[in-house]
Structures are given as structure tokens and as C-alpha cells.
């Protein structure tokens, strides 16, 4: 069972740019697809980015160009650098370690305390 802890968020003026760090253990960290979803107040948890055990990434269209994810297979932790940050992308933020096939992402439902980020003047 793979223990997941996030970190990095905190408040943000738009515009502005946040890099958030997730920490894996308990697996085998390099063979697993990793994502990171959101969740904003009232809404469903949602897909932002995933990154495959070979490197390949996928975003979803509303961060696409503002948001990168990376992975440090020795450090066993994925990253999220966060730019050109709008109020939309306020949520707790959420890592995954799943798998991906072709380009679809199946989570593991196994989730950290996740870490807030909020955007706001």
C-alpha cells in the first residue's frame, strides 16, 4: 500500500507560481503512473496531470501550458510546478500513484492529506 504525502501549496496572487511536491512510499515508486487531481469547495475531484513510468505526460485542457508535472524516481516524489496561477485553480490538491494505459489514467484509490493551494488577490 503506497502512503502518499503532499506539500508545497499555500496562498498565491494570480499570476503567481507554486511547485508542489508529493512523497511516495510503500512501493515500488518507478514502475507506477503518478497524477495530481484537484478539488475545489463543492465540486468532484478532478484529473489535472499524469505522468507515466516512462516520463509521458498528460494535462488536462484548463491547466495545459501553465502546469508541469515531473517525477524524481529517486527521490520517489512527482512534482507539480504551478504558473500563470488563476483563482479557478484553488482546490486541495491531491497526488496519485496508479496506472496509465495508452493515454488513460486508472487511479489507485489512495489519496494523501492533500495540500491546499489558493489563488487570490
Known amino acids: 500500500q503506497v502512503q502518499l504525502v503532499e506539500s508545497g501549496g499555500g496562498l498565491v496572487q494570480p499570476g503567481g507560481s507554486l511547485r508542489l511536491s508529493c512523497a511516495a512510499s510503500g512501493s515500488i515508486f518507478s514502475i507506477y503512473s503518478m497524477a495530481w487531481y484537484r478539488q475545489a469547495p463543492g465540486k468532484q475531484r478532478e484529473l489535472v496531470a499524469t505522468?507515466?513510468?516512462?516520463?509521458?505526460?498528460n494535462y488536462a485542457d484548463s491547466v495545459k501550458g501553465r502546469f508541469t508535472i515531473a517525477r524524481d524516481n529517486a527521490k520517489r516524489t512527482v512534482y507539480l510546478q504551478m504558473s500563470s496561477l488563476k483563482p479557478e485553480d484553488t482546490a486541495v490538491y491531491y497526488c496519485?500513484?496508479?496506472?496509465?494505459?495508452?493515454?488513460?489514467?486508472?487511479?489507485?484509490?489512495?489519496w494523501g492529506q492533500g495540500t491546499q493551494v489558493t489563488v487570490s488577490s
Open positions: 496519485n500513484q496508479g496506472r496509465s494505459y495508452s493515454t488513460v489514467y486508472y487511479p489507485n484509490d489512495v
Open positions: 505522468i507515466t513510468s516512462a516520463g509521458s505526460t
